[in-house]
């Protein structure tokens, strides 16, 4: 079985490299009655994973999530809806109290229990300042439904220069939108400059969405669209999610309704919806996780209990879906229903499971049709309890080309880069390039034998692949683009420790 690396979060700065924003996942959440033990820290290290667990700490996570590195690699801040914490573990200067709500004040320890309640983001043309957009709950009742919704929609900001380059937050709480909202589902895609940001949000018990443009002077917003079924019964435990490229939005609702859009990332407007549902037979409790394979071909959605498959390249989308995974029906220790996902920087989907429970269901092969995408139930073993799994915007998104905003004081693109470390390796390689378009990395022993391939997408500036199962020995290494080659090297494979 594969590990998964625990390691204390002030190592993490020594390990993040550039353009690797999303390789590390901090999880972990606290189900002792004991304040002082079993409070671990999870750390995906992309590809490799090691069932070593680390001291007790602080933060705990339920629902709420949000993690950044710079570009750099080194950990700025993090965060779960009830504060935010530098890079020292320590809680960010004059970030106390900045989210206030009912839910906040549930749930004082533990986290906010509200999904893609929290998003951060990098300020334009700052190498300093970052937005963290975030709500609280409060319980209304709307439309005959009395529940936990979303009032206020507030943004703070974070300044890494101040507090020693610790940090600290410079605007607190501010509200950028009163509404009844529903609870959570706060996502966001590079404009088609590849600098600014569409922040996307939905009011409850409406086709209504709220679009706001975060540029370097400004949030512009909200712009309104109706487009899409109306959203009933929708408290937080269900997600959307773009694709990574950009062009695809798709938002799954509390009562299993789905809406599959193009987005144009110049405009901001959704288009070309398709609406579909899940059987009401197999809904459970709401939830309903959204994910892409990484080549943007295939889209996954579940409920609790089914994994479904879309292909978004069929002519005909809605009849493309397959049943590719049905949970197993294991509730030892308790039941480890399918619930939200999240592609990872090795090209997988990882998918939380409900409760507390310390495993991870995975998709080994997303870009492959039907069962051969390969899901595996409880894949992935943690040391101790669980609550959550990272939601990130594709912050290597690049500019559009020829869609007309693409140069939209923007520097020129860079042209063709790759490079791998380290080297030599023993179990995972990580990829740092720029491609014009898809092309292939193909690795080759000494005999000229194909050994593995991958493939690197435009809108990605990174990857991990596993070379663990590579016997030891020199490695070449081919990229190409159609054909075309780009550039030639060697890896030396070594034994692991």
Not at 48 to 67: G, K, V, W
């Amino acid at each position: 079985m594969k590990k998964i690396v625990f390691v204390f979060l002030m190592l993490i700065s020594s390990v993040c490299i550039a353009q690797h924003r999303t390789d590390y996942w901090l999880l972990g959440y606290d189900n002792n009655p004991d304040p002082i033990l079993n409070r671990p820290t999870f750390l995906y290290s992309g590809g490799i994973m090691d069932t070593l667990c680390h001291e007790p700490f602080r933060m705990n996570f339920l629902a709420a999530y949000a993690f950044i590195c710079d570009t750099m690699g080194q950990v700025l801040f993090y965060s779960n809806g009830q504060w935010v914490a530098n890079r020292n573990n320590d809680t960010l200067l004059n970030s106390e109290l900045f989210n206030p709500g009912n839910a906040t004040n549930l749930y004082p320890d533990k986290g906010l229990p509200i999904f893609q309640s929290l998003i951060i983001l990098p300020m334009p043309d700052s190498v300093n300042k970052y937005y963290l957009f975030h709500e609280s709950s409060d319980i209304i009742t709307v439309g005959g439904n009395t529940g936990p919704l979303s009032l206020k929609l507030k943004y703070s900001i974070i300044d890494m220069n101040k507090d020693s380059s610790r940090g600290e937050m410079i605007v607190k709480g501010a509200v950028l939108l009163n509404d009844t909202l529903v609870k959570g589902k706060i996502t966001a895609c590079k404009h088609a400059n590849g600098k600014d940001w569409w922040l996307i949000t939905h009011q409850y018990g409406t086709d209504k969405y709220i679009k706001f443009l975060v540029t370097s002077d400004s949030i512009y917003g909200p712009f309104i669209q109706h487009i899409g079924q109306t959203t009933t019964y929708d408290y937080g435990t269900a997600y959307s999610a773009f694709s990574p490229d950009g062009e695809w939005y798709v938002s799954v609702t509390f009562d299993g309704k789905i809406d599959i859009m193009r987005f144009n990332r110049c405009k901001g407007q959704f288009y070309n919806c398709i609406c579909d549902s899940l059987p009401v037979d197999i809904i459970f409790d709401g939830f309903g996780g959204v994910a892409y394979s990484a080549s943007n071909r295939f889209l996954y959605v579940n409920s609790g209990y089914n994994l479904f498959q879309f292909d978004l390249e069929n002519t005909d989308i809605i009849s493309s879906r397959l049943l590719v995974g049905i949970w197993d029906g294991n509730c030892v220790p308790q039941c480890s229903y399918i619930t939200f996902s999240q592609l990872a920087p090795d090209n997988k989907i990882y998918f939380r499971v409900a409760s507390s429970l310390g495993f991870y269901h995975v998709i080994n092969y997303p870009d492959k049709i039907d069962t051969a995408c390969d899901f595996k139930q409880r894949a992935i073993t943690f040391c101790n309890y669980n609550q959550v799994i990272p939601t990130y915007p594709n912050y290597d998104l690049g500019p559009l080309t020829g869609s007309g905003c693409d140069t939209l004081n923007q520097p020129p693109e860079a042209e063709f880069h790759f490079s791998l470390y380290p080297n030599p390796v023993s179990e995972q390689l990580k990829l740092t390039f720029h491609v014009e378009s898809e092309s292939k990395l193909k690795v080759y022993d000494v005999l000229g034998r194909e050994a593995m391939e991958f493939t690197l997408y435009p809108y990605f500036k990174s990857n991990v692949i596993d070379v663990s199962k590579l016997p030891s020995g020199l490695y070449l290494y081919e990229v190409s683009d159609g054909g075309k080659r780009l550039q030639t090297g060697k890896f030396v494979k070594v034994r692991a420790n």
